[in-house]
Every structure is written in C-alpha cells, then in structure tokens.
C-alpha cells in the first residue's frame, strides 16, 4: 500500500515580510520516494528565482539531505520525513527534518569510500548548510542566495 504524501503550500510572500514559510511536505522515509524531494527542491528554487543551474544544486543538495534522513535517520510514527522550505529576503532555506539524533561517526573513511561525503557535497553547493541536533530530532538547512 504507498503512503499518501501531505504537502501544505502557502504561496511565495510578497511585500516586506523579512521571513516566511512558503510550504511543508511530509515525504514517506523510503527511498523509492526520494524523487519527490527532488522535485520539492527544484520546484521552489525555481519559483524563488534561482537559475537553472543553481535549481539543479539546491534539488541535488536536497535529495541528499532527505537521502541521509532516509538512511541513518528515523521516521516519524506515521513513518515519515519532513522538508519545508522558508524565504527570507534573498535566502531560500530548505529544511529536512527526521526524528532521529545524529551523531558523527569517528571511524575514518577511506579514499574510496562510498560514504561520508553527503555533507562537503552539499556545502560545496549551498551558501550555507546548518545541522541542527536535539535528543529525538536532526534537522539539515540548506540555504541558497539569490544573486
């Protein structure tokens, strides 16, 4: 049976509001439904203006932020992942939430490893990339600036 995904969009702000939360998507934690954060994040740095390349970054940043919320996260008790994103004057910030804790693995990795490269990839593409930790809750923001 395929989970139904929930999406509550609130149109992109006009006027001088410094900050404001344009929408929220509840994405089943499941890897077949990745494609759908891609399309999340490219959908709203287009709508926010970004360039076509700069699209391409912030949805390729995005799926590996949810691709890691998937994989080393844990869903919430309905079994999901939660993205929203918030436009603040010239950012764009993409938030993937899961509600496990992080925590940092201290082996090191290989020069081949497969893993372990998700977070310089997304900072190589992003403007800013903040990881938020609490008991119970990890939250990755992924900032783009309009230029």
């Keep these: 049976m395929d989970t139904q995904i ?11 509001r410094s900050s404001s939360l344009v929408s929220e998507l509840r994405l089943p934690a499941r890897a077949p439904k990745l494609w759908v954060a891609r399309e999340y994040a490219h959908a709203a740095a287009a709508s926010f203006g970004l360039d076509a390349d700069r ?5 390729f940043a995005a799926n590996e932020a949810a691709t890691n919320a998937v994989r080393h996260g844990l869903p919430d008790r309905a079994g999901d992942i939660h993205l929203s994103v918030l436009v603040e004057d010239r950012r764009l910030t993409l938030s ?7 925590s940092a693995s201290y082996s090191v990795l290989g020069a081949h490893s497969e893993r372990g490269r998700g977070f310089a990839m997304m900072t190589r593409l992003m403007d800013a990339v903040q990881l938020c930790v609490a008991p119970g809750n990890t939250t990755v923001r992924l900032t783009a600036e309009r230029r």
């Excluded at 929930?6 to 001088?16: A, D, I």
């Excluded at 699209?55 to 949805?59: E, S």
């Excluded at 993937?96 to 992080?102: A, E, K, L, N």
Aim: net charge neutral; charged share 25%; aromatic share 14%.
């Design 96 to 102: 993937v939430r899961d509600c496990g804790t992080f």
């Design 55 to 59: 699209c391409m970054d912030f949805a």
């Design 6 to 16: 929930e999406q509550r969009v609130v149109p992109f702000p006009s006027g001088r």
